[in-house]
């Protein structure tokens, strides 16, 4: 689990607060990604890099803003979020984004609390 | 589209017998699929997965899971539980075709209670 760091592992914040999730893995991975996870719902993919080119975005709304400078860094950058946006983000690494064999590894999360 | 079913919301099994976890997918080509276990306040982290070949693959503390195409299901099983084992597992299905088929979809999880 070391392989794939987040911080902080727990945030709170008010509705018109900026804050930034950060995520760093040391796999050595080239494709990283942000999910979020709610209770009894599967993990929803929202972002994918592949050495620091977004190639997915599943119709995230512009409140999260994701930021890759390098194939080990990732950033959710957080502005004006809802309630409903409380979960559990989770980032996460593979070698590569063509799918295949490839197993994806998980961070331990941030849990986010909009008040 | 592809997804994963998994049925049981909630698996309690006493410490000793065997688990099982079910899951069953449904993919356009053939599946790549995976299982995740997470425990309390921590990611996902990867047990096994099914690439081609036996049916059957071992993974991390001695679970298994068995693929079978017909009924297209890769349930998770282990033949003594543990206290320990006491998580939340996710199931997860690619389909091999790659391009937009490559994403990674998940279930919804299962609860596992081992019990004493």
């Known amino acids: 689990e070391t392989g794939v760091t987040q911080t902080p592992r727990h945030l709170v914040m008010g509705m018109t607060n900026k804050k930034s999730l950060k995520c760093e893995q040391h796999?050595?991975?080239?494709?990283m990604y942000w999910y979020k996870q709610s209770a009894k719902k599967p993990l929803e993919l929202m972002f994918v890099?592949?050495?620091?080119?977004?190639?997915e975005n599943n119709s995230v709304p512009s409140r999260f803003s994701p930021e890759c400078p390098n194939s080990s860094h990732l950033f959710l950058h957080l502005h004006t979020l809802q309630p409903e946006d409380s979960a559990l983000y989770l980032c996460?690494?593979?070698?590569?984004?063509?799918?295949?064999?490839?197993?994806?590894?998980f961070g331990p999360g941030t849990r986010l609390t909009v008040l | 589209a592809q997804s994963v079913a998994q049925p049981e919301d909630q698996v309690n099994v006493a410490e000793g017998n065997p688990l099982t976890v079910k899951c069953t997918y449904s993919?356009?080509?053939?599946?790549?699929l995976f299982w995740y276990v997470q425990y309390p306040n921590r990611g996902l982290q990867f047990l096994l997965k099914?690439?081609?070949?036996?049916?059957l693959v071992k993974g991390s503390y001695g679970f298994e899971a068995e693929f079978n195409k017909s009924q297209t299901s890769f349930h998770l099983k282990k033949p003594s539980a543990l206290v320990s084992d006491s998580a939340l597992y996710f199931c997860?299905?690619?389909?091999?075709?790659?391009?937009?088929?490559?994403?990674?979809?998940f279930g919804t999880g299962t609860r596992l209670q081992v019990t004493l």
């Open positions: 996460a690494s593979s070698l590569t984004t063509s799918g295949g064999t490839d197993t994806q590894y």
């Open positions: 796999l050595g991975h080239n494709a």
């Open positions: 890099y592949s050495l620091e080119e977004r190639v």
């Open positions: 993919v356009s080509g053939n599946p790549y």
């Open positions: 099914y690439i081609t070949g036996d049916n």
């Open positions: 997860a299905v690619r389909d091999r075709r790659g391009g937009t088929a490559s994403k990674l979809t």
